[in-house]
T-cell receptor, first 114, second 114 residues
């Protein structure tokens, strides 16, 4: 029972470098989400997807891009990393059409940008 | 906008009770509650769907006042294992759009001491 798997778990980038965070879920969920967590600010939604091939902006989308080419995978990209993107990133998924369904979270990726 | 949680932090002795509040400026369809231990992913506690609904989970229960757009989490006879940060997540009503998103509050840090 893997659930939601995020890779990598940790990463250090230099300013201006790029990287992709991978989220994979094996529960056949339609909805997937990317959040960032910073001290005192809770979980803020970056982008989300309601199905394969669809993406939408959340509350803090600037500096990030996403893709959902396969239903089970949701990729978060940073084209040119900035120190302000130092954070813990969580991916989550939930079934579609069931608004009473909880989010299932991955274990997070801790990203440091120097 | 993120829902507002209060208090931001609370310290309890084992056996004491606590209430955590979550309020939104938007019409809500549902409220989620999650607990996060340090360095771990958020873990689902419960979802409330209907106005005035109250649900329970062991000694943790919650209420949802749809008209006031508020939810409260009640922790009774607290145990050491209750320590962590509690987050409320809200979904807006389908009629208002954006219901696919779950927007989280800034969190309440709860510490239970012996």
């Amino acid at each position: 029972n893997a659930g939601v798997t995020q890779t990598p778990k940790f990463r250090v980038l230099k300013t201006g470098q790029s990287m992709t965070l991978l989220c994979a879920q094996d529960m056949n969920h339609e909805y997937m989400y990317w959040y960032r967590q910073d001290p005192g600010m809770g979980l803020r939604l970056i982008h989300y997807s309601v199905g394969e091939g669809t993406t939408a902006k959340g509350e803090v989308p600037d500096g990030y891009n996403v893709s959902r080419l396969k239903k089970q995978n949701f990729l978060l990209g940073l084209e040119s990393a900035a120190p302000s993107q130092t954070s813990v990133y969580f991916c989550a998924s939930s079934p579609s059409g069931l608004l009473n369904s909880p989010l299932h979270f991955g274990n997070g990726t801790r990203l440091t940008v120097t | 906008q993120q829902p507002v949680q209060s208090p931001q932090a609370v310290i309890l002795r084992e056996g004491e009770d606590a209430v955590i509040n979550c309020s939104s400026s938007k019409a809500l369809y549902s409220v989620h509650w999650y607990r996060q231990k340090h360095g771990e992913a958020p873990v689902f506690l419960m979802i409330l769907l209907k106005g005035g609904e109250q649900k329970g989970h062991e000694k943790i229960s919650a209420s949802f006042n749809e008209k006031k757009q508020q939810s409260s989490l009640y922790l009774t006879a607290s145990q050491l294992s209750y320590s962590g940060t509690y987050f409320c997540g809200t979904r807006r009503s389908p009629a208002s759009g954006g219901y696919q998103k779950v927007t989280f509050g800034t969190g309440t840090k709860l510490q239970v001491i012996p």
